[in-house]
T-cell receptor, first 114, second 113 residues
Framework: ETGVTQSPTHLIKTRGQQVTLRCSSQ?????VSWYQQALGQGPQFIFQ???????GRGNFPPRFSGLQFPNYSSELNVNALELDDSALYLC?????????????FGPGTRLTVT | GQQLNQSPQSMFIQEGEDVSMNCTSS?????WLWYKQDPGEGPVLLIA?????ELTSNGRLTAQFGTTRKDSFLNISASIPSDVGIYFC?????????????FGGGTRLMVKP
């Protein structure tokens, strides 16, 4: 186990609704990255938080937003859900921005939008 | 945006056989990584490569950072049933300021017992 936890494990929402996913980073890690993994595809980078600030963002619309808290846990919020938002949402935590080999992924939250 | 093309998309192999998969990009990457993802879990790092031409092993796994910096290869020797899963390549482009990975589409490995 990596020490990165995500909640909930599974979630079903209706198109147009809003959802909040949560990630607890591994102890000592101050950086959290979020990825979207559609069925049968590789993960796609959404955004990254470093010391409570957004450090970078992938090609996702503004209705995808996030937060990082003083304890370095993080939330991913998605507004106005669309059917294509159905995916596994992964978070990964690391200590700082440099050591990619020390970035660990959580098990993900499976979101289904109907 | 940047894309990593991974092949093959899936493969069936006989237990004990060697496996090869590769990943190519139209742009340069400074770091190449190979992950394995099992059902219900997040990707787990297998091998990280930092230098063009680098060849690195992790048990039965060997990966290479292509000399053009636009490709990488993963080999698994003497496959066993627990090698089943999806293997992803991932890269960090040269301008990357953090651990923001670009992933390939994955190679699904299925082993015949």
């Amino acid at each position: 186990e990596t020490g990165v936890t995500q909640s909930p494990t599974h979630l079903i929402k209706t198109r147009g609704q809003q959802v909040t996913l949560r990630c607890s980073s591994q102890s000592g890690h101050n950086t959290v990255s979020w990825y979207q993994q559609a069925l049968g595809q590789g993960p796609q980078f959404i955004f990254q938080y470093y010391r409570e600030e957004e450090n970078g963002r992938g090609n996702f619309p503004p209705r995808f937003s996030g937060l990082q808290f003083p304890n370095y846990s993080s939330e991913l919020n998605v507004n106005a859900l669309e059917l294509d938002d159905s995916a596994l949402y992964l978070c990964a935590s690391s200590q700082g921005l440099a050591r990619i080999e020390e970035q660990y992924f959580g098990p993900g939250t499976r979101l289904t939008v109907t | 945006g940047q894309q990593l093309n991974q092949s093959p998309q899936s493969m069936f192999i006989q237990e004990g056989e060697d496996v090869s998969m590769n990943c190519t990009s139209s742009s340069i990457f400074n770091t190449w990584l190979w992950y394995k993802q099992d059902p219900g879990e997040g990707p787990v790092l297998l091998i990280a490569l930092y230098k063009a031409g680098e060849l690195t092993s992790n048990g039965r796994l060997t990966a290479q950072f292509g000399t053009t910096r636009k490709d990488s290869f993963l080999n698994i020797s003497a496959s066993i049933p627990s090698d089943v899963g999806i293997y992803f390549c991932a890269g960090l482009p040269s301008h990357n300021a953090g651990n923001m990975l670009t992933f390939g589409g994955g190679t699904r490995l299925m082993v015949k017992p």
